[in-house]
């Protein structure tokens, strides 16, 4: 039996090693590409404004300055006017948490009672209050702190804004430079292609991320007006606002940014957390029907199922936070599998087709071509 040697070249171990140590430094770079992805995302939702401006003749610079100083400027006003508030208002949801979670298991063992179930003693074993508390506390603070792991503290928190500001800015104000340097990088025809895909992958989730925002933006004030009148004034800026904000993710976010409306409707009894329930199925149908229609239209393009798992890894591994940034990613990487592949192979396989029936068709008839000649001189003479 003949022994037998598996050979490896010096430069497969260099290849190994390499992306070895890439993978390594990836990894310990993890809050940087957080904030790269971050500002890419905010560099493609502001470059039509940008180009907006810049086609009315303003230069270019001038116009970036012009768009941040209006995004930070909107930013702060809405601290000043609302945040207080809601951060009031929030604060009273937090120290409400026990009497919710009190009153939604009263709910739920009346509501067992009522159906005649056999077991009710079965209603405290399955739903406990305090548990339930302790699992609110629990998620929300492993979901916040998966959201926020790239800052450390406030004045992390603070740095990782300026860097996404500043590194967005630098994107948008050099776009061109930039991406003609990277493309470079790729060897013929590659380097066309991947430059040709700038705009369509930018358009893509630049208008995911502003049809989202505006719609949410809508969502929330419609919200926190409809909680107004239904009774929840002394919590209903921050309801809207959960609700506004929960929306911005994709499929899960209405009903998650329902939740907590209806648990403290339920606490105020009666028949007001149907009032709650029928208004949050007002404003989806809104959203879904009119809002998303007309303002996000197909800035997705791909299929629901993707969106959503999108929606639960970005969850798994960033918190919040992934849920927002990983769909328009997917949605961008979307727009490269049709362009670079898909499409190619469908016009591939239609020229083989048409090559296969072509051939086909001289196969039956191989004095076709001669024929057609001759009639062809025929008629011009």
Do not use: C
């Not at 209050?129 to 702190?145: C, E, G, H, I, M």
């Not at 993710?249 to 939740?259: M, R």
């Amino acid at each position: 039996m003949s022994d037998q040697r598996i050979t490896i070249s010096l430069s497969t171990i260099f290849s190994i090693l390499l992306t070895v140590l890439l993978l390594v430094l990836l990894w310990q770079l993890q809050s940087l590409l957080i904030v790269l992805m971050i500002s890419v995302i905010l560099a493609a939702t502001l470059s039509p404004i940008v180009n907006w401006a810049e086609s009315r003749r303003v230069p270019r610079w001038l116009a970036v300055i012009g768009v941040y100083l209006t995004l930070i400027g909107g930013f702060v006003g809405a601290g000043v006017l609302i945040g207080p508030t809601v951060v009031e208002q929030t604060d009273r949801l937090i120290t409400q948490i026990p009497v919710y979670s009190e009153t939604l298991f009263n709910w739920v063992q009346g509501l067992a009672l009522r159906l005649n179930t056999s077991h009710p003693e079965l209603v405290p074993q399955l739903v406990n209050p305090q548990a339930l508390t302790n699992w609110v506390f629990r998620s929300s603070q492993q979901v916040l702190l998966r959201s926020f792991g790239l800052t450390k503290n406030i004045v992390g928190a603070l740095f990782s804004v300026i860097l996404v500001l500043l590194i967005s800015g630098y994107m948008v104000a050099g776009s061109k430079t930039l991406i003609q340097g990277v493309v470079q990088l790729f060897p013929h025809p590659w380097d066309r292609r991947l430059a040709a895909q700038v705009k369509p992958v930018s358009q893509r989730m630049g208008g995911f991320i502003q049809g989202r925002v505006v719609v949410s933006a809508i969502l929330g004030v419609v919200t926190t007006v409809g909680l107004n009148v239904l009774g929840l004034s002394e919590v209903s800026l921050a309801l809207g606002a959960i609700a506004g904000l929960t929306n911005l993710i994709p499929f899960v976010g209405p009903f998650l940014g329902a939740i907590p409306a209806l648990i403290v409707s339920l606490s105020m009894g009666g028949v007001t957390w149907l009032w709650v329930l029928l208004l949050f199925a007002i404003v989806q149908n809104l959203e879904s029907y009119i809002l998303d229609p007309l303002l996000v239209g197909s800035s997705v393009n791909i299929h629901p199922l993707y969106q959503l798992l999108a929606v639960f890894g970005g969850t798994q591994v960033l918190g919040i936070l992934g849920a927002v940034i990983v769909p328009p990613w997917v949605a961008g990487a979307a727009v490269l599998l049709e362009n670079l592949y898909l499409r190619p192979k469908r016009i591939a396989e239609a020229r083989a087709e048409r090559s296969r029936k072509r051939e086909t068709m001289n196969a039956e008839n191989p004095t076709g071509d001669a024929d057609t000649a001759t009639t062809s001189k025929l008629v011009r003479t």
